[in-house]
């Protein structure tokens, strides 16, 4: 099992932050403190609020690294990335620019595109323009450009008359992101510096939204999913190279859909921060090859750096 070692013993957690998924991060920063603390760390726990004075102080004197469990923006997006870049201390996950790209959707999209990746049918809309029309043929998904966690998605189906509502009432800024409905079953990929862990395949009732990635018994995860070897390779490939394409660093998670009646694998998006919270995947492919939780956050610790 991997433990602390010799050159890395005080590690800061940071966890909470202010985004809309500080709930997500308060749980996964709770999960990671005990598990350094188990594999032998010493162990800061830093919750984030506002004042960004308060981190920088609380990060003074320095630690020997820190381990982000911040989620969505200015956890995941590059911004305390380079306020860590800046201070010097390593930390785990992607840099600046990896968590940049990642965490906005056309960028990202617009790199995998470049790799050659199976992507959906997508555009950015204006929120004037969704109020009018249909950005896509129906069904089609509205997500924000700059959130995760399924944070704000919606799905419009035939018959559906919440377009303009939607539009109006957005409050993830003034565009938006219209996917192509791609049917069939979630699947999902952890990889750990340029490694493929599994293929996971996520069940829930309808749409695998924020309660059922995080609530207790939302969804329900088979590892290995059960797709053939062909699709298991496939998606294997695809999210090693995601990962390549935005230029992350440790941990990443690639998301997709595949339509069985088409054999279509649809790369969605990666998340340079996936939760480590009871519930979450990564932990779940870990233990499936033969990590438990201690080890994993124990090699992201080992594997901490400075980088943009």
Known sequence: MIGASPGIKRVAVLFGGISAEREVSLATGRQVIAALRTAGYEVLAIEVGADLGAVIA?????????????????????????????????????????????????????AFAAAGLPLAQHRIVPRDELAEADPLPRPYVLKPVNEGSSVGVHIIRHGDNRRADIAR???????????????????????????????????SDGFYDYTAKYAEGGSRHDVPARVTQEIT?????????????????????????????????????????????????????????????????????EHAACRV
Not at 174 to 185: F, H, K, L, W
Not at 242 to 249: F, N
Request: proline share 6%; with cysteine.
């Open 233 to 301: 390779a496939r998606a294997k490939d695809v999210a090693v190279a995601a990962h390549h394409a935005l230029g992350c660093r440790g941990a990443s998670r690639a998301d997709f859909r595949y339509d069985d009646e088409t054999d279509r694998l649809v790369l969605l998006e990666v998340n340079t921060q996936p939760g480590l919270t009871p519930t979450s995947l990564v932990p779940e492919q870990a233990a499936y090859c033969g990590i438990d939780f201690p080890a994993l956050c124990a090699w992201m610790v």
């Open 169 to 203: 009432d957005w409050p993830f800024g003034d565009t938006v992101m219209a996917e192509e409905y791609i049917p069939g079953r979630e699947l999902t990929v952890a990889v750990l510096d340029g490694r493929a862990l599994a293929v996971t395949e996520i069940r």
């Open 58 to 110: 609380a990060l003074t004197p320095a630690p020997d690294a820190v381990f982000n469990a911040l989620h969505g923006r200015f956890g995941e997006d590059g911004t305390i990335q380079g306020v860590l870049d800046y201070m010097g201390i390593p930390y785990t996950h992607s840099g600046v620019r990896a968590s940049a790209m990642a965490m906005d959707k056309s960028v990202a999209k617009a």
